[in-house]
């Protein structure tokens, strides 16, 4: 009787034990517990049956532009960032916000993209109805046939001046019935500084030859042309020299060229040439009466990081293509011309135009083939050893219009930045 009275107790006791761990205990489907990726505390949410609690909430099922930053964070994952780094930041333009940024306040080499930084300054500072000027001018008299004195080429950075406007300044000549200088032939470089590369290029990159006057992309302007006044029987009896046109040389012939033909150039197809041409110009304009320098053309860029509420002094241009090794921005400072841009009609207007277009022209023309960022994507791309780039504009399935700058760097190929840039441009495009 004894044992069975043991025994009982025993039994009750487990069964108040059971009892009360059941009463601190949630009901089974009442809640369930779940910790983010890594363990890194818990969270409770209700789950109604087994089926919900294995439910998995869709990227594409978030609300935009909730959707849209949850595809580029999956995006940042990629293996590539084990050994390299992405700046990055993307404003929603219609709805005046930033909708996702990472490492955007980095100074990174902007390559090429800086290039549009220098399209949105020009198009500001200079106007899309901004025209280059190559002239031919003389000095003394024409008498008879013989122009009895001196002729001046003088420069304006024409990148795209080519033998076919040559021709014209022997036209001028001959329809005035010269057929001999007796004097010299200067060549007037006085509209640039002496360097002939831009600080911080690499000798062996392909560099553009910095001169004010070149033909055919050549630095033999003069010598050029005296060819073909050889040629035209058009005797010269002076010598090639180089100085300043006086200021009572007589205009014989002006070949002007529009700034917005050299812009479509040098957006499209990313002529380092035609980029610095235009840098030189903002240079010129700062109103200095010694030659443009790049320092020149770096204050004039600074006035307008400054405008937009930046400190210049935090960033660095060193030339206008993107090819120098001291260009330092932010994907935050380019996303801000971008912005500038756009709320100014009279420079998005003629900057989206000569970007490039995904899937279509210029540098992304074999790029972004299908899929929603064809023909969407509008924006200058950027590449030099150990970084590649993308900057512009594109319209998100909602009808917003974006602007974004992606700037990849410390990579080994090229082309790894380029997919990622690629895949992040399709996240922002697809519905």
Aim: net charge neutral; with cysteine; proline share 4%.
């Amino acid at each position: 009787m004894k044992n069975y009275n043991n025994r009982l107790i025993y039994a009750f006791s487990n069964l108040l034990v059971i009892v009360l761990f059941l009463s601190l205990t949630p009901k089974a489907g009442a809640i369930g517990l779940y910790g983010p990726a890594g363990g890194a505390g818990l969270s409770v949410r209700p789950v109604n049956d087994v089926a919900d609690a294995d439910t998995v909430i869709s990227e594409d099922d978030l609300p935009w532009p909730s959707n849209v930053n949850a595809r580029l964070n999956s995006l940042l994952g990629d293996d590539m960032f084990e050994t390299s780094t992405v700046g990055m930041m993307v404003y929603d333009l219609t709805a005046d916000s930033v909708i996702f940024k990472h490492n955007e306040r980095q100074l990174m080499r902007p390559a090429s993209t800086l290039k549009m930084i220098v399209a949105v300054t020009a198009l500001d500072k200079l106007g899309y109805d901004y025209k280059y000027k190559t002239t031919l001018a003389y000095t003394g008299r024409i008498d008879s046939c013989v122009l009895k004195g001196d002729l001046y080429c003088k420069g304006g950075f024409d990148p795209a001046f080519s033998s076919s406007d040559l021709n014209d300044f022997v036209d001028s000549l001959e329809s005035r019935g010269i057929s001999t200088i007796d004097g010299d032939i200067y060549a007037d470089l006085s509209m640039k500084d002496d360097d002939r590369l831009g600080e911080g290029w690499c000798w062996d990159d392909d560099n553009p030859v910095l001169s004010p006057l070149l033909v055919s992309r050549k630095d033999d302007f003069v010598e050029s042309f005296k060819s073909k006044l050889d040629r035209a029987g058009i005797k010269v009896e002076g010598k090639i020299r180089t100085g300043r046109t006086p200021g009572s040389a007589k205009e014989i012939c002006t070949v002007e060229r529009a700034i917005g033909d050299v812009m479509k150039r040098m957006m499209k197809k990313s002529d380092n040439l035609y980029s610095e041409s235009v840098f030189y110009q903002l240079a010129a304009s700062a109103g200095s009466y010694s030659p443009a320098t790049a320092k020149q053309g770096r204050q004039v860029i600074n006035k307008m990081i400054q405008q937009f509420g930046f400190k210049p002094s935090k960033y660095y241009i060193a030339d206008g293509c993107g090819l120098s090794l001291y260009n330092y921005v932010s994907p935050e400072l380019e996303v801000a011309f971008l912005k500038y841009a756009y709320k100014h009609s009279k420079i998005y207007e003629p900057l989206r135009e000569v970007m490039p277009v995904a899937g279509v022209d210029g540098t992304l023309d074999d790029r972004m083939g299908r899929g929603y960022a064809r023909g969407n994507v509008h924006a200058k791309t950027g590449t030099v050893t150990g970084v590649s780039a993308l900057a512009g504009y594109c319209t998100a399935s909602n009808g917003h219009v974006l602007c974004f700058s992606i700037i990849n760097m410390g990579i080994r190929h090229a082309s790894s930045g380029r997919r990622f840039q690629d895949r992040v441009c399709e996240a922002l495009c697809r519905p």
